[in-house]
């Protein structure tokens, strides 16, 4: 692929031998500080402190993993006391906060959740500052955005404006086309549940097993586990901006809940890539880089394919367990004391992977293996033996973005029709109730998830460990940002029986679709424009 050059590019430009840090920040006596050091803390001001850099820089990894872990966990408690302490209804460990978080509100798997993205921070931290020790300082590492002035955001060059706005509108047609089928019964209930099912277990793992051969086949794709990384990040971001969310809107219990997921997990997969899709066809200078609009396209679904890996475990197992329903207290069975040894617990982690293989991500990771295999040049290149089959796949896969706006635009017109219908009496349903909501959940998803995005990239940039001339996979990136809700959250509420959060949750994610549209475009053209100025 005309990227490998480009990755190979940029780390050597980036790279600085072991020597040179050692030279550049020598032990020095109490009172002088390396340049590291200084650059370092500006960077991360929520680590300065307490000898963590001093920690990291002399190599005590195991005193800087503990302070590091110790500096999340006052972070975390900061932002939800009692979610992160180990029992909601424990005062003293959790604090005052009761506007924030209250015992009805977190099932005994919140603990668990937090815990996990508690490592996520620790580990994505670990990182960052292990890349700066290697020689990407801040002083040296440029950064990825250009300088961009009012006048081009307001007046964007021509060319990008036309290609944001032709990705949604062709978004927009093939939306209208399947609200108008809804509407009048052509499209009806059991005809979406079908296409969902040739969707997610046929088209989507068509397309990833295509793509992520070819990447694999390159040997670019040992380069490309930042993008698991930040969806993984991402969310756990996502999850404060949604505990700030659900306590803006006033949303409790298990409402509340679909409002902290519904901004913490975006829409990662299918209208993911049908912008991805779009815009890589379709604007001249992505083409030119890749070689054609076919491999421009092929080479950004396969970065997506790979984010997806990240993201889709995080939906599946930390959304999962913390849409789930509390226990009753009453019932016999919570009574009578399970032994949970760690044989117990490997075994559940082991069953709970599991759970999450499903079909998508077993092609990615078969065509992950695969790459690196001799069966790898008897399917990729043009005249070989089992060519065909990469070109039946293909077709497959050509299927996804058409069916999957179909299907997007189906279900929210079905739930659009349902919307009349009597609400619950509680005020979490109330019109008042869901209007709040859907407002904090939309400003946080749709304009302050962009931005933090775009913060969270540039880190990454500084510290040396994003490819910022690889302009595909940093489109990938942006354009995940700015997605809105996954709509699959309205499917895991249903899964776990929870009907009446489940029309709260279809409700607010409707309208934050419809507002989706103006922000994506907006968005786009504006990400666009860091893409190509900030790299060419």
């Not at 109490?30 to 680590?47: D, M, S, Y």
């Not at 292990?130 to 002035?149: D, R, V, Y």
């Not at 759970?355 to 070989?384: E, F, H, R, S, W």
Request: hydrophobic fraction near 50%; charge should be positive.
């Amino acid at each position: 692929m005309p990227g490998k050059n480009s990755w190979e590019t940029a780390f050597q430009r980036t790279s600085t031998p072991r020597s040179s840090i050692s030279a550049r920040c020598p032990p020095t006596p109490r009172g002088v500080e390396c340049n590291f050091r200084k650059t370092t803390a500006k960077a991360f001001p929520c680590l300065r402190g307490d000898g963590i850099l001093r920690s990291a820089r002399m190599g005590t990894q195991r005193e800087f993993g503990s302070r590091v872990s110790n500096k999340i966990l006052t972070v975390t408690r900061t932002c939800c006391p009692k979610a992160a302490a180990k029992n909601c209804g424990d005062q003293q460990s959790a604090g005052n906060g009761d506007d924030l978080c209250s015992s009805d509100q977190h099932s005994e798997d919140v603990p668990q959740t937090w815990r996990v993205l508690r490592i996520a921070f620790a580990v994505a931290a670990a990182i960052i500052i292990n890349g700066a020790m290697h020689g990407h300082t801040l002083a040296e590492t440029a950064s990825f955005l250009p300088k961009l002035s009012l006048d081009s955001i307001l007046n964007p060059d021509p060319t990008i404006a036309k290609v944001a706005c032709n990705a949604s509108a062709k978004l927009m047609v093939v939306s209208v086309i399947g609200a108008y089928l809804t509407k009048i019964g052509f499209f009806d209930e059991n005809m979406q549940k079908s296409l969902s099912l040739l969707i997610f277990n046929l088209f989507l793992p068509a397309i990833i097993f295509n793509n992520v051969l070819k990447t694999s086949m390159s040997g670019a794709i040992a380069t490309l586990w930042i993008l698991p990384l930040f969806a993984i990040l991402q969310v756990g971001v996502g999850y404060l901006l949604g505990f700030m969310a659900r306590a803006l809107s006033g949303q409790k219990g298990v409402e509340g809940k679909a409002v902290v997921a519904s901004v913490a997990h975006c829409n990662g997969s299918n209208l993911a890539l049908v912008f991805v899709d779009a815009v890589a066809r379709s604007h001249p200078v992505l083409v030119a880089a890749a070689g054609g609009a076919a491999e421009a396209a092929s080479a950004a679904t396969a970065y997506l394919s790979l984010y997806i890996m990240g993201w889709q475990p995080m939906l599946y197992l930390v959304g999962f367990n913390y849409l789930k329903p509390k226990c009753d207290p009453t019932a016999e069975e919570c009574d009578v004391p399970e032994p949970v040894g760690i044989f117990q617990k490997c075994a559940n982690a082991v069953v709970a992977f599991y759970k999450v293989l499903n079909m998508p991500i077993k092609c990615g990771l078969v065509a992950l293996v695969l790459g690196y295999t001799p069966v790898a040049q008897l399917l990729v290149p043009k005249d070989a033996a089992l060519r065909p089959i990469m070109d039946g796949l293909e077709s497959l896969g050509a299927a996804f973005s058409p069916c999957a706006t179909l299907g997007l635009a189906g279900r929210f017109m079905a739930s659009y029709m349902q919307r009349n219908e009597e609400a619950a009496d509680s005020p979490s349903t109330s019109e008042e109730g869901i209007v709040a909501a859907t407002f904090w959940v939309s400003f946080f998803k749709l304009i302050v998830s962009p931005i933090v995005g775009v913060l969270m990239l540039q880190g990454f940039a500084m510290a040396g460990l994003l490819p910022v001339n690889n302009m595909l996979l940093m489109l990938v990136l942006l354009i995940e940002c700015c997605m809105p809700t996954a709509q699959n959250l309205v499917l895991l509420l249903q899964v776990q029986g929870q009907m009446k959060a489940t029309n709260f949750a279809a409700r607010i994610m409707l309208s934050q679709y419809l507002l989706s549209t103006v922000t994506i475009t907006v968005f786009l053209t504006i990400f666009l424009n860091i893409v190509i100025n900030g790299v060419v």
